[in-house]
């Protein structure tokens, strides 16, 4: 939302004075153009003039419907927005307890598929106040909302398969084997994080709109966050820098699902 829009509703205003007042002067300029005229030329005089007319008539119209149009989803972006950090804040635990989760790192002890599920679960006004935004929002912004909810559905969508597999082990050279689902299911958790931070600036205000490009480092950060004591194996931290490496450049279109 720009900064100096302040007085925006003056544009409207003048808008209509200007037009009040080159009315006025149409009005005017036809009552000296009739007088003294016969009724054959004054026909044709008002039937010349009523064209311009109508069309100004119909522009002013067109140009009030626009002003309530973009005056609406002005407010209704102002209240979407301010609520959205707190949205964000809520997907950001989510993101953690994923990762946490995968890794059998959770500080709380989660035995069963149903509580692993619940930490895992966005509630339904998280997702009213992204689907606001998402209608309020400029276009890249919109984009990137639509592409973050669309990846937590997917994300969210596999948890039976890595929940039931097994459980990280340490091997002889005290590092953390994940299996494959698990190890899915990390980068899966990371790459959301890393999303979801990419949509903060844009909550808090500090940018009118969502940056293009999102920072793939962010991917990374998200383990040094949760789960910094562990060591991967090799083989797991080249799969990480295939997927980071995949997504370097933050183009949207990496992240946006193809049929």
Do not use: C
Not at 30 to 46: C, K, N, Y
Not at 195 to 214: I, K, M, Q, S, W
Not at 220 to 248: C, H, M, P, W
């Amino acid at each position: 939302m720009p900064k100096n829009n302040r007085f925006k509703t003056f544009d409207f205003w003048d808008g209509a004075v200007f037009g009040v007042t080159v009315t006025s002067i149409i009005a005017l300029i036809i009552a000296w153009l009739l007088s003294g005229r016969t009724p054959e030329d004054q026909r044709i005089l008002v039937t010349l003039i009523a064209i311009p007319v109508a069309f100004f008539g119909a522009f002013v119209s067109l140009s009030v419907v626009r002003y309530q149009i973009n005056n609406t989803r002005t407010q209704d972006l102002a209240s979407a927005r301010v609520v959205l950090p707190l949205a964000l804040t809520r997907m950001m635990s989510v993101a953690d307890n994923g990762i946490l989760l995968a890794a059998s790192q959770h500080t709380i002890p989660i035995t069963n598929l149903a509580d692993a599920r619940n930490l895992l679960t966005l509630d339904e006004k998280i997702i009213d106040i992204l689907r606001d935004n998402v209608r309020a929002a400029d276009p890249i912004t919109r984009k990137w909302l639509s592409v973050t909810i669309a990846r937590y559905q997917v994300y969210h969508s596999r948890i039976d398969g890595w929940w039931n597999s097994s459980p990280p082990t340490v091997n002889a050279s005290g590092e953390t084997d994940f299996s494959f689902e698990r190890e899915d299911a990390l980068m899966d958790w990371a790459t959301f994080y890393a999303l979801v931070e990419h949509l903060f600036e844009y909550a808090r205000e500090v940018v009118d709109n969502t940056p293009e490009r999102l920072d793939a480092s962010r991917i990374r950060s998200a383990y040094f966050k949760n789960i910094f004591a562990i060591d991967f194996t090799s083989a797991f931290e080249q799969k990480i820098n295939i997927r980071v490496g995949r997504l370097l450049d933050g183009k949207l279109e990496h992240f946006q699902f193809h049929r």
